[in-house]
């Protein structure tokens, strides 16, 4: 009894392995022509092939028949493949691949450069007089505008706006004799 029941699943096997070898090509050519890349028709075929393998009788069937019942399973595998991708839309990475980074200031090496120009920043801002700091702060951190400063700091609004002219113009040489060195 087992020696039949193994001899029924290699007969099923090499049926299986003779049917993928003459429809595989033309039925892998129909599903990539179908689906949106090679990978997904890569997979539909694999299941479609699975799904032949399960078929109990498929050695009994003539060729005709088990050439229609492949074609069958191939459409079926191919309509669930559209639904699943309907419930869980996927896009191809080749496709996100060109506009990953399209606005080359989101790219890692933009990222990387901003990042440095922070820290030399940073590393500025600490070499100014406190008082200096904290009305750069105010104007451009907090947003707030000289009038509102100038109250804070108790200084005039000309005070201010010329404190602030003389810190750029500051932070400008820094950066130049920075780009020197």
Same mark, same amino acid.
């Given at each position: %009894?087992?020696? @039949?029941?193994?001899?029924?699943?290699? /007969?099923?096997?090499?049926?299986?392995?003779?049917?993928? @070898?003459?429809? +595989?090509?033309?039925?892998?050519?129909?599903?990539?022509? #179908?689906?949106?890349?090679?990978?997904?028709?890569?997979?539909?075929?694999?299941?479609?092939? /699975?799904?032949? =393998?399960?078929?109990?009788?498929?050695?009994?069937?003539?060729?005709?028949?088990?050439?229609?019942? =492949?074609?069958?399973?191939?459409?079926?595998?191919?309509?669930? +493949?559209?639904?699943?991708?309907?419930?869980?839309?996927?896009?191809? =990475?080749?496709?996100?691949?060109? *506009?990953?980074?399209? *606005?080359?200031?989101?790219?890692?090496?933009?990222?990387?450069?901003?990042?440095?120009?922070? /820290? #030399?920043?940073?590393? %500025?801002?600490?070499?100014?007089?406190?008082?200096?700091?904290?009305?750069?702060?105010?104007?451009?951190? @907090?947003? %707030?505008?000289?009038?509102?400063?100038?109250?804070?700091?108790?200084?005039?609004? +000309?005070?201010?706006? +010329?404190?602030?002219?003389?810190?750029?113009?500051?932070?400008?040489?820094?950066?130049?004799?920075?780009?020197?060195?």
């Amino acid at each position: %009894m087992q020696q @039949h029941v193994e001899r029924d699943g290699e /007969t099923s096997k090499s049926v299986a392995e003779e049917l993928f @070898h003459c429809h +595989a090509p033309a039925i892998f050519a129909f599903l990539r022509r #179908q689906t949106s890349s090679r990978e997904d028709a890569e997979d539909i075929l694999l299941e479609v092939f /699975t799904a032949v =393998i399960e078929q109990k009788r498929l050695g009994l069937l003539p060729r005709s028949q088990q050439r229609q019942l =492949i074609w069958k399973i191939a459409r079926n595998k191919l309509v669930d +493949a559209y639904r699943r991708n309907l419930r869980r839309p996927s896009s191809s =990475i080749e496709l996100l691949q060109d *506009d990953l980074f399209a *606005d080359d200031e989101q790219a890692p090496e933009q990222e990387l450069l901003r990042l440095e120009e922070y /820290t #030399q920043l940073h590393a %500025m801002l600490q070499k100014l007089p406190p008082l200096q700091r904290k009305i750069l702060s105010l104007r451009f951190n @907090h947003e %707030m505008h000289s009038p509102q400063i100038a109250t804070l700091v108790g200084k005039s609004e +000309a005070a201010v706006r +010329a404190i602030i002219s003389r810190t750029l113009n500051q932070l400008r040489t820094l950066y130049r004799e920075e780009g020197e060195k």
